[in-house]
Each structure stands twice: as C-alpha cells, then as structure tokens.
C-alpha cells in the first residue's frame, strides 16, 4: 500500500546521485562554448583562468610551461611537507631522531621526504628557468613591470624556503650550512669592523639575533626556522602567487608579439569554432578602467576555450613535473649525516647547491659575496622594467634591440670573465696572500665577487653606447650574471673540498 | 531660504569642520598611532630578556702535562687554552669570517670552511678572516682558571697563577 507520498520519495532518492551532481557542476557538461565558459567562470578553483585563451599562449616554445611547473612543484612540496610534519619534533637531537624515525620507520616516509627534497629542488630550478623566459621573451615591458618585481619576491621567498628547510634534519649538514648562513647574514659586521663603528650600529648581529633568537645556533634557532619554513614563508609565497597569476588575468594574459595573429597557422579542424567579429569598443568598466580594454579592436580570433585547451596542457605540465620528482625520488635519497655536532665542523661544510655559487664569493668576502653581490643582483633585476622601456621584440625569444646576437657574445664574456677571474684567483691566492697587513677594507672592495660585478656592468653599459638600447644592455647584463651563477656555483660545488681548497675531483681530497 | 549677512548661523549651513568629518579623522589617526605603538611594543618579541644558551664562562683545570704551544679544548667550548712562560692565555677558535671552529695545531690554527689560517697567536696568515681570533678573559683561581667566553682582551694577555 503506496502512497503518492511515498512514491515521490522513492523517486527522489533514487534521483538524488545525479541531482547532487547536476547542483555541483550547475553549468552541466562543458559541451558548448557557452558551458564551456560558466564551467570555468563558475568554479572557484578554476576562475582564475579567462574563459578563452590565445593560440599563441598555448605554443608549448611561448612558456615551456616554466611558471606551472614552479607552481606544480610547490603543491607537491605542500602536500608531502604537511605529511612530514605528522612526525617532525623542531627540537634539536629529537628533530634528529625524528627525521631517522621517518627514513627508516615510518611506511613511505623515505619516499615523502625524497619528494619533498627532490621537489624543492626542482622548485627552484624551474623558478629560475621561468625568470630567465620571462626577461628574454621581454614580457617584463608594460603592463606586466610589477609582476616582474612580484616574480622577484616569489624567488626571494622560493630561497628563503629551500633554507630554512635546510636547518629542520638537524644533521651535520644542516648545522654548518646555517652556521654559515647565519654569520653572513652578521657580515655587514665586516664594514663596521673595518669603520669601527660595530659598538653603536651593529646591523649584522641584530639580523643574525634575529634569525637564530640566541648567541649560538641552538632550539631556539631551530624552531625559529621551522616556523619560518612551515607557516610564514608558505603564507609569504601563496599570497605572492595569487597577486602573480591575478595580475597575468588583469594585464591582459601573456605577452605576445605584435603580429602573434598573422604568424599562427590555420587552427586545425578540430578546433573549436570561434567568433568573427572583434567588437569596435568596449561597454561595460569603461568609467572604472583605465586606458583601453585587452578586447578592444581584437577579435576573439585566435582564442580557443580554456575549457578543454587550456586545462589539458596545465594538466599535463603538472603531470609531467610530478613524474621528475617522482623519478628523482625513486632513484636518490635525501641526504642525512651524522647528528650534529657544535664542536666539530663539517669538512667541507657546504650550503644548497643554489647557494654555492655565493659560498665561492664568500670564500673571499663575506658581506660582499653573501650580501653585496646578491642586493646588487636583486636591484639589478629589478630595475630592468623600469630602464627599458622599448616596445620591440615583446613576446619574442632574445627579442628587442641586439637580439640572439648579444646573448651569444655575451655568454663568451659572461663565461670568459667569471672563469678569468676564478682561475686567477685560484692559482695565484689573493690580496691577503700577498700582503698579509693589508686592511679589510680594500679585499672588501677589491675581490673577484666586485670585479666580476664590475666588469659585467661596464661590457652592459658598454651595449647601451653601442646599440643605443637599454635592451641591449639589459640582455647582455642578464646573459653575465647568469653564466656567472654557472660558474661559481659549479666550482662550489664541484671543485670545492675539504678547507675549501681546489681539487679536480672528489677522489683527490686528502684522508683525514 | 534666504541668509542675511550677519545673522546667526542657521542649522542648515554647512558646518565649519563638519562634526562626522572630524570625528572620522580623530579615529583614524588614533587607529594608527595604536597600531604604530603595538608593533613598536611588539618588535621586541624575538629578542629574549634572557638568551637560551650555555653560561659564557667555565673554569678549566689544565693537566700538568700540557707543553707549551699545546693547545687544550675543554669539553664542549670553541676555545683553546694555552699556557707558556709566561702564563696562561685563552683564544676563541670560533672562525671570524663565518663562524666555523678552527682546529689548533702547531703552526697556529685551520679553518675547515674557507680554507682561513691563523698564527699561533690568532693573528690572521692567509684566507678570507677579516679580523684575528679573539683572546678571552682569563681570571686564575684556585688551581684553576675561569674563561669568559663573552669577554675580550687584548692580544698577548697572559694571566700567571
């Protein structure tokens, strides 16, 4: 005995699966171009993405899909970070213990951390990579200048994170890179020294007493760091990322040549159909936007709907960045040493890969190499928008005035100079090995760290005279410090051994 | 409405400073200098009134064998403590280029991290240390001698018994 009530229960029960489904995705299946767009517009996770996107975005030689691949690294070191935390004790010797604890006790625990090491990793090589597209694609130029500067902070942080995590292992390693790291950050002590004035302006111990909360490098710096690692700086870089990819949306997608439309071919069949007519002026916002709309006077042409196109490559970037970290992973172990010890140094005590190219310059000067050079490079990079304000060659690989041809010369004197001076340095020793008394100051102001700045600037300027470009200049100064950081940072790392003397490989350092 | 030139103010003139224009202001301003004040007070939250760290002096018994020019490392302490002719005399063996602990030796002290060297009075022979080891203060005592690792003296400082 059914009543019309009951039935209609019955059949709502059995209808709620696709009902649930059906007010989840409201736009229904993304089947045409206008549920193609709300399927995007209407999700918060994807809304971040414009409805259609440029055929000449999605060129794999535009991006390298450098930017998500940094992003995809990140959420790989996010998830397999907060794993970590379920046993990780910021205490030293426990925090020790505790790392064995998930290499050799916790189920996939080594495998987690070889990710997270590995990611990290990658992370920081893919930041560099999508830096060095964006400034020789130019598509640092108008509007797009303050996102270059967001970029530079996002690097900033991406360094800040890779060592702070460096200390969290507790292990021989991590104690002496942070020592190290440390008593740079104390190095303007250096120049007081030298000017005698640390007594009553010590910026270098205050920041150092800032980092380790203590004398010495003990638990309070170590809880310090992990806090560092696992709250502020993670906080630090997302809302950094969220003003990065917002402002790509705002400042109109990516940059692309003037004639990015002409020079596509015919989109093939399979493309999705797209409008004819591009509207002469725009409606809405005009009272509330400045200057012209990206949509004004172009046609929607050459856009494809995100939905799939788009998607499909992030996907596949994504997929491909957790398939290297995986691989990494698989086949190398983090590292873990001995506990540490305060009492004896490891020998050679070396920092991050990525920091060795500034632990050379500091094996001359320790302000110059672990605070001079690199304010120099930061300030460096971040004036380029603002001094090059030329509009050629936006959105073309090594475009703008000089082109490939001053990237060429300039790797021959970006790798000439740096490789020079190192040898130099290497074989002959330096001021203080000639003439011990002499005062700090002058090494300060005069070691390889200086000279190699000094001389990528003047070959730079000299671009400027000769191609009339600040482009130019900007290429070739770019070209340097990058074949600079190469240089350095293989010889820190390679040709580095114990008492940070030079040997040609790892098999010549001595027995001890 | 008309107004005749002086009149008394009438309630429908605009206010001088309007009241609702004042009062916003006064809060803003008292806003911010209470925000200013809090992150003054709060910056100086990293710094301990109290530093976590191991007393900076200790006393040392030095073994009545030790020669002279050898160094003795207490336990645990990044200082080297000698004794000679004419008294004892302690060196910090943290490294001042970039704080590494230098190994004492006979031709004066190593730095494993940059390759810095060091005479065996501290003074700097080669390598990136901007500045000599630093001497501490030795106070004798009774059959022993108290270092100050928070103390400097003058190079050549030796204490006799």
Redesign the interface.
């Known amino acids: 005995m059914s009543t019309p009530a009951l039935e209609e229960l019955k059949s709502n029960l059995r209808a709620a699966p696709k009902r649930i489904l059906d007010t989840a995705f409201r736009s229904g299946k993304p089947s045409t171009d206008r549920t193609r767009s709300t399927f995007i517009f209407g999700n918060v996770f994807l809304h971040l993405h414009s409805t259609r996107v440029h055929r000449w975005t999605l060129r794999w030689s535009t991006t390298l899909g450098l930017g998500l691949a940094t992003t995809a690294a990140f959420l790989i070191t996010l998830i397999t970070g907060v794993l970590l935390m379920f046993y990780y004790k910021p205490y030293p010797d426990a925090a020790y213990q505790s790392i064995k604890d998930i290499h050799f006790v916790v189920p996939t625990g080594r495998f987690m951390r070889n990710i997270h090491r590995w990611a990290a990793n990658v992370m920081v090589v893919a930041v560099i990579l999508h830096m060095a597209r964006a400034f020789y694609t130019a598509s640092y130029r108008k509007p797009r200048e303050f996102n270059w500067l967001i970029g530079m902070g996002l690097l900033a942080t991406t360094l800040g994170l890779s060592f702070t995590g460096y200390l969290l292992p507790w292990d021989q390693l991590a104690y002496?890179a942070i020592?190290?790291g440390?008593?740079?950050a104390?190095?303007p002590r250096?120049v007081t020294?030298?000017i005698g004035i640390t007594d009553w302006f010590d910026p270098g111990g205050a920041q150092r007493?800032?980092l380790l909360?203590?004398?010495?490098l003990?638990?309070?710096a170590l809880i310090r760091f992990y806090l560092l690692h696992v709250m502020i700086l993670p906080l630090a870089l997302v809302a950094l990322m969220s003003v990065h990819f917002w402002r790509i949306r705002k400042d109109g997608g990516l940059a692309r040549p003037a004639g990015a439309d002409e020079r596509l071919p015919d989109p093939a069949g399979a493309m999705y159909p797209v409008f004819t007519q591009a509207p002469a002026k725009t409606y809405s916002l005009a009272a509330i936007v400045k200057g012209r709309t990206a949509a004004v006077g172009q046609g929607p042409e050459n856009t494809v709907p995100s939905m799939p196109h788009l998607f499909y490559a992030e996907l596949g970037v994504f997929m491909l960045t957790t398939l290297v970290c995986l691989a990494l992973a698989l086949v190398s172990d983090a590292p873990l040493k001995e506990l540490a010890n305060?009492?004896?140094?490891?020998?050679?005590?070396k920092a991050p890969w990525y920091f060795l190219g500034l632990q050379e310059l500091?094996?001359?000067?320790?302000f110059v190499g672990g605070i001079g050079i690199p304010m120099i490079v930061l300030a460096g990079l971040g004036l380029i928008p603002y001094l090059d304000r030329e509009d050629s060659g936006t959105g073309e690989w090594f475009g703008g005035s000089g082109g490939p041809g001053v990237v060429k010369q300039a790797l021959v004197v970006g790798f000439g100079a740096a490789l020079a001076i190192e040898t130099f340095a290497i074989r002959f020793g330096w001021i203080?090995?000639w003439y011990?008394a002499a005062p700090?100051l002058l090494?300060?102001i005069l070691n390889p760290g200086t000279l190699l700045a000094a001389a990528y600037g003047i070959y730079s300027v000299w671009l400027v005279k000769r191609h009339r470009s600040a482009r130019a200049g900007a290429l070739g100064l770019f070209t340097c410090f990058l074949c600079g950081f190469l240089v350095l940072t293989a010889i820190g790392t390679y040709f580095r051994g114990?008492?940070?003397?030079f040997y040609w490989s790892p098999s010549d350092w001595p027995r001890h | 409405m008309t107004v005749v030139p002086g009149s008394p103010r009438s309630r429908l003139d605009p206010e001088p400073l309007p009241r609702r224009d004042w009062l916003g202001l006064a809060s803003l301003w008292s806003a911010g200098s209470a925000m200013l004040f809090a992150l003054l007070g709060s910056m100086r939250l990293p710094k301990a009134a109290i530093v976590a760290a191991q007393s900076k002096g200790f006393d040392v018994a030095l073994p009545e064998s030790l020669r002279i020019g050898e160094a003795f490392v207490p336990p645990n302490r990044a200082v080297a403590v000698f004794r000679d002719a004419e008294g004892v005399y302690a060196i910090s063996t943290i490294c001042t280029h970039l704080g590494c602990v230098v190994k004492p030796g006979a031709e004066g002290f190593e730095c494993p991290c940059h390759g810095s060297r060091f005479k065996p009075d501290g003074a700097v022979s080669r390598g990136p240390a901007p500045r000599p080891l630093a001497w501490l203060k030795v106070t004798p005592g009774d059959g022993i001698f108290h270092v100050d690792e928070g103390k400097t003296v003058p190079p050549g400082t030796k204490v006799t018994v």
Do not use: M
Request: no cysteine; charged share 15%; glycine share 4%.
């Open positions: 002496w020592t190290i440390a008593n740079i104390q190095s250096e020294d030298a007493f800032l909360g203590s004398d010495t003990g638990p309070e305060p009492n004896v140094p490891e020998n050679p005590a500091v094996s001359f000067s320790a203080r090995e011990l700090q090494i300060t114990p008492n940070w003397v």
